[in-house]
């Protein structure tokens, strides 16, 4: 008989043997120097722990994170009173976690160091972040300004067949909106492509297409990190998620909907540096913006702002946060979601679970608040409180849906409120768009009289007209001979428009607009009534922003209804 001697197996025997020996020292070892010990090749480790410590330390220092749970983090050590590991763990401690050590094998750590090349170049949390770091995607963020250089990165991306490229698309897409200030990102799918689109100062831009077997799989990595189910696709979902940078954390909310030929995503970007404006950089007309400086420094009353989705109220409220606070006051906020952290302030966020805004305004006039924002006001009960409290001794700050400021009266009559007490409350109602600002690169100047282009010539007539009316004649600029027009440049990425300015109109408590708010008045009654405050329509803010050289008539067409 043959005795044949397999090398491998026997190799793979004593390759066994060895690691058991090494797991039962390791376990001896725990006892002496009283630490818990774990076996990692039992449990999944965790991406979220595993990132708090880069791969390089963790390798040099024979240590990785395997859990995490709220801001403890599980921490494995091949030696945990080694000096190398305190260090590690002095670090997380100073970052605000709560570290437990475990000793561990060195199978062990390998085993969690395997798990690195899944962080690839973004990293998924369950707790709903991606994580955009690295030298290559903060080089996106920082060299990418312009939309043909982000179309180029991402077509190249997508062209390339590598493993990581869905994670290295998102995170392009991504990138790339927050490189150009985009609010939104859209990606609509249609029969044999899927269509990219930022949007940019408010309006929809073209960036490229790719295919539809590389959609899907963005598509599930999109609902993965969004806390979304992969198997739902005939019902709209909502999810979230953050987007963690060196200048801070950002929030993407998520809207997925279904579509003729897949779903439809739309993420959109919560960037904090967009909404830290100052009141006074706003763009509001210097007389409005000093009654309202009045108006905000009272101790009680209302102020409502008004306008669609997008047109910068958040902002607005921000800024009025903002000026009137200072260590004397106590103010609370209900958002969905809060925006932007401002410190010193009681900022709460709505959710599903029952916390909402009229749960949320309840409890903040339990608290002793002299000052209360309310994200917006909904219903009757949001608003009723909402009334009492700016009638017994809170500042208000507030934002309702209609379409002017006059608008706001019978929307609250609506709502059920009484008309006898809106007057009392309510001390300012004022409503905003958001126009884009001429590229001053490269916007063209056109003197009227020099011009005899038909529609040139009926744009003069619309600008007279609308100055016309205008009720205080100082704010009336003396020369009204040109206006300028976009033309489009590489600053601007070929639209003519950078950035972008808010146009207002306000109407504030008088006794006029008391007597028609208590009969009731329609708007076009109010705005009758509003007659003698001398203060500007959007129309007509719009209109000397024009004559400024700060907007054009047609974006100003684009926003607002210019014909009455």
């Known amino acids: 008989m043959t005795i044949v001697f397999d090398e491998d197996k026997q190799n793979r ?5 060895l690691k058991k020996e090494e797991e039962d020292l390791v376990q001896v070892l725990a006892g002496k120097y009283n630490v818990e010990y774990i076996n990692l090749a039992t449990i999944p480790v965790s991406t979220d722990a595993l990132r708090l410590i880069d791969e ?14 709220d801001k403890r983090i599980k921490v494995a050590a091949r030696n945990p009173a080694a000096q190398k590991t305190l260090d590690v763990i002095e670090k997380l401690k100073k970052d605000g976690y709560e570290p437990e050590i475990y000793i561990v094998s060195t199978q062990s750590l390998e085993k ?9 170049f973004a990293l998924e949390s369950k707790a709903g972040s991606l994580e955009i770091s690295g030298d290559e995607i903060s080089a996106i963020i920082d060299s990418a300004k312009s939309l043909p250089t982000v179309i180029s990165i991402l077509e190249n991306t997508v062209a390339a067949k590598k493993s990581y490229r869905v994670s290295r698309i998102l995170e392009i897409i991504v990138a790339g909106a927050l490189a150009l200030n985009a609010s939104d990102i859209h990606l609509e799918p249609e029969e044999s492509y899927v269509r990219l689109r930022y949007r940019l100062d408010g309006v929809l831009q073209d960036v490229t297409r790719f295919d539809n077997e590389t959609y899907a799989l963005v598509l599930s990595r999109i609902k993965l990190i969004s806390g979304m189910k992969l198997n739902i696709k005939k019902d709209a ?3 979230r998620f953050s987007i963690r940078l060196k200048i801070g954390d950002i929030e993407v909310r ?7 030929y897949n779903e439809s995503i739309v993420m959109r970007l919560l960037n904090p540096k967009s909404i830290n404006v100052s009141l006074e950089e706003l763009g509001i007309p210097p007389k409005l913006l000093k009654v309202l400086l009045e108006e905000i420094n009272r101790p009680d009353g209302m102020t409502l702002t008004t306008g669609p989705t997008g047109s910068g109220k958040t902002t607005t409220l921000y800024a009025f946060l903002k000026k009137v606070h200072n260590t004397d006051v106590k103010i609370i906020t209900i ?19 029952g916390y909402t805004f009229l749960e949320g305004l309840r409890a903040a006039v339990r608290q002793d608040p002299d000052i209360i924002m309310v994200g917006e006001i909904r219903d009757n009960e949001t608003a009723e409180i909402a009334i009492n409290s700016a009638l017994t001794g809170h500042l208000v700050f507030s934002t309702i849906h209609t379409n002017d400021a006059a608008g706001t009266f019978p929307r609250l009559i609506e709502l059920g409120v009484n008309p006898k007490i809106i007057p009392s409350a309510l001390r300012v109602s004022m409503a905003q768009r958001l126009v884009r600002r001429l590229c001053p690169a490269c916007r063209k100047e056109v003197v009227f009289t020099e ?10 007539k619309l600008i007279e007209s609308t100055v016309a009316l205008i009720e205080d004649k100082e704010l009336v600029p003396a020369d009204r001979s040109k206006m300028w027009l976009p033309v489009g440049c590489e600053k601007c990425n070929k639209t003519g428009y950078k950035g972008r300015m808010g146009i207002y ?11 028609a708010v208590v009969m009731n008045a329609s708007d076009r009654e109010i705005w009758e009534a509003a007659k003698g405050q001398g203060q500007l329509t959007m129309k007509q803010d719009g209109v000397l922003k024009i004559l400024s050289g700060i907007t054009s008539i047609e974006e100003l067409e684009r926003v607002i209804a210019l014909e009455n």
């Open 254 to 260: 998520v809207s997925i909907l279904p579509g003729a």
């Open 451 to 460: 011009s005899t282009d038909p529609k040139i010539v009926a744009n003069q």
């Open 237 to 239: 979902q909502d999810g």
């Open 13 to 17: 025997r004593v390759g066994d043997l």
């Open 112 to 120: 969690a160091w395997k798990n690195y090349k899944d962080l690839s």
């Open 56 to 69: 390089p330390t963790s390798r040099a220092n024979l240590v990785a994170g395997f859990a995490l749970i």
């Open 505 to 515: 109109e306000a109407i504030f408590m008088t006794r006029e607009i008391e007597n």
């Open 335 to 353: 958002e969905d979601p809060v925006e932007y952290h401002l410190p010193g302030i009681v900022q709460t966020q709505v959710n599903d679970k």
